[in-house]
């Protein structure tokens, strides 16, 4: 697909932590009622068959097992006039998504794929590097795509995400680190540990350091297994966590990069696989897991004895298919050392043509 790649005016919002949790995103509801109850009814299409009283049982079953950011949701749902179970469970798609894997429930869920495909290595001229592509089968993704700061003094860190998703998938602690979520294959019925994005954000809250960030990583219990990337400031302070519920493998960088796809790369992990071959065989992003991990590799190589004035130029390494694929929503590039982040959203498609909205920022 041809791209138009044009400036684009993105809201960034500031999230008061320091506020009680019930109020610190009364503003920033009011302003995105709109967009996030236009994404809301367009996720909630992969709930369409399930009984309102089945949502509602899992909102309370959240509640039980002392979910995190329950006051956050609550305050959500009441702003979108949604239930709180209906929240959760469009917050909780990755973990339902998986829970399928054990217990199948073909009309009640979609499988959700989150594609991505993140990279990281040293740039001379930036230091260390972080790219990265959101893939998600949500039109409408791109457009509501935001910028949050999340603030409690001293601490800050940002997250690209969008109305109503209380998690994070992609976040910095500017000066420290940058982290990212990548889809990684179920292999076991998820519980009500920490989500992986919910585990992110509390990460990105709390954990000042690249050293602290990838322990609690590592070493708190998921619900589920996740790929994290995680890239700190210092020559090659970067690596992929290969997670499952319980355990962890760390990839630290392999001559000087590494990528990420949506496959176990490890030889302990490959046997975790297996639902890839199976349950998600038919899926488009699936197939191309390992050609989009290649291919990553094969662009980031390619700045062997280059040097990079421009941040933004390291846009064009996404750019290339299958890295950036239909489903694609974000592209990003991370310099945690510098505090920069520049940003692309798929704002809509003009005939055959993917038009691009580019943004950068400065800590």
Not at 81 to 107: K, M, R, T, W
Not at 162 to 186: C, D, E, H, K, R
Not at 212 to 237: D, E, I, K, N, P
């Amino acid at each position: 697909m041809d791209e138009i790649i044009k400036e684009g005016n993105f809201t960034v919002h500031a999230v008061d932590l320091s506020l009680p949790a019930n109020k610190r995103w009364a503003l920033i509801i009011e302003q995105e009622r709109q967009a996030a109850q236009k994404l809301f009814t367009e996720a909630k299409k992969e709930y369409k068959n399930v009984p309102s009283i089945a949502l509602d049982a899992f909102g309370l079953l959240y509640e039980q097992f002392d979910g995190l950011f329950q006051a956050e949701f609550q305050a959500w749902a009441t702003g979108l006039g949604l239930s709180f179970g209906e929240i959760v469970a469009v917050n909780c798609g990755y973990e339902l998504d998986h829970f399928e894997q054990i217990v199948p429930i073909p009309d009640w869920i979609k499988k959700m794929v989150f594609g991505c495909t993140t990279g990281i290595r040293e740039v001379d001229g930036q230091g260390m590097v972080h790219v990265r592509t959101l893939d998600w089968d949500l039109k409408d993704m791109g457009a509501a795509t935001r910028l949050f700061r999340f603030q409690t003094k001293p601490h800050e860190f940002i997250a690209i995400g969008f109305p109503g998703f209380l998690g994070v998938l992609s976040g910095m602690v500017p000066g420290q680190y940058s982290a990212t979520i990548n889809w990684a294959p179920p292999t076991t019925t998820p519980d009500f540990h920490y989500g992986p994005s919910f585990l992110l954000r509390k990460v990105l809250q709390e954990c000042t350091t690249y050293e602290q960030a990838v322990h609690s990583l590592c070493h708190r219990q998921l619900s589920t297994g996740v790929f994290y990337t995680v890239c700190g400031t210092q020559s090659g302070q970067a690596c992929v966590i290969e997670r499952t519920a319980e355990d962890f493998r760390v990839r630290p960088l392999t001559n000087g990069l590494e990528a990420q796809s949506n496959h176990y790369v490890t030889r302990q992990g490959q046997s975790q696989n297996t639902a890839l071959h199976h349950q998600y065989r038919n899926d488009p992003l699936i197939k191309t897991t390992e050609d989009r991990h290649r291919e990553m590799e094969k662009q980031l190589r390619t700045l062997d004895g280059k040097r990079v004035e421009n941040l933004g130029e390291l846009l064009s390494l996404l750019t290339r298919s299958p890295i950036t694929n239909d489903e694609t929503a974000q592209r990003m590039v991370f310099c945690p050392v510098k505090g920069k982040l520049c940003l692309e959203r798929r704002a809509q498609s003009v005939g055959s043509q993917a038009v691009w909205e580019r943004f950068s920022w400065n800590a």
